[in-house]
């Protein structure tokens, strides 16, 4: 990897965007390396939650400037492709069998949205900033809209996309953008605490708790999505870690993946 730093100890893989030069935006190298490292860190039975952090001022500042003066001249399917590449990306790190935690160390613009919408659980340092600013480019957020969306909510989402307006890490927490602001001293140690939890939960029961979340949010409470939440449960229950989890509960003592 050339623009990630990757690192791995007792459960938690991280990995740091390492361009601090340039903000860690990120061009057509990263979105590879990004999507390459996810796909592999899924792949690692002792993996267990990704923290996905930044080196530098920055967490992300979107698209690096000379990648989009590449794109300039591209045709209509160069521009499709590429789009698709960061499509993949974003999809690639959301549809993460592994819990992942974004790490928010500095701002966020543009596309660096996505990165941390696409993550389950975000903390950022009260001094981060952020800020959608495609319109003023003459641009949308198209691909990561299903992201930034679900985790802002649309109304947050209809004021922030269209005014390109810079907000704090006050204002993310309030909009449920992030879940936790933390003075920049405590920022490793929260992260890390979070990441305990993760890694000390059943791994299964984490992997299919975060597919229920995103199979069940925003849908319409229909009869089909109350079955498959019935189901749900019921295959958890006779899975075998669902069976060592309340047998190690009821009988006092850790259950066999601590």
């Not at 810079?166 to 449920?176: C, K, S, T, V």
């Not at 936790?180 to 791994?203: C, F, I, K």
Request: charged share 20%; proline share 3%.
């Amino acid at each position: 990897m050339n623009h990630l730093l990757i690192h791995a100890a007792n459960g938690v893989a991280t990995v740091t965007l390492n361009r601090p030069d340039v903000r860690n935006a990120f061009n057509d190298e990263v979105i590879l390396e990004l999507t390459q490292a996810f796909h592999e860190l899924q792949a690692q039975g002792d993996v267990r939650c990704i923290v996905l952090a930044a080196n530098g001022t920055a967490f992300c500042a979107g698209a690096d400037l000379n990648w989009m003066r590449s794109m300039a001249d591209y045709t209509y399917a160069q521009n499709l492709a590429d789009a698709g590449r960061l499509a993949t990306m974003m999809q690639t790190i959301y549809a993460c069998q592994k819990p992942t935690i974004a790490k928010i160390q500095g701002d966020v613009y543009a596309g660096g949205t996505g990165l941390v919408a696409a993550c389950d659980i975000a903390v950022s340092v009260d001094t981060a900033h952020y800020c959608l600013s495609e319109v003023k480019l003459g641009l949308i957020p198209a691909t990561i809209s299903p992201y930034v969306i679900r985790a802002m909510g649309a109304r947050a989402a209809h004021r922030y996309f269209l005014t390109a307006e810079r907000f704090g890490a006050a204002e993310a927490l309030r909009i449920g953008f992030v879940h936790e602001v933390v003075h920049p001293d405590a920022l490793n140690h929260r992260v890390a605490e979070l990441a305990q939890t993760l890694v000390s939960a059943g791994p299964e029961a984490v992997r299919l708790c975060k597919k229920l979340v995103q199979d069940v949010a925003e849908q319409e409470i229909t009869p089909a999505l109350v079955q498959m939440t019935v189901a749900a449960i019921a295959d958890v229950r006779v899975s075998p870690e669902g069976r060592e989890g309340v047998q190690s509960f009821l009988q006092k003592r850790k259950p066999n993946w601590l």
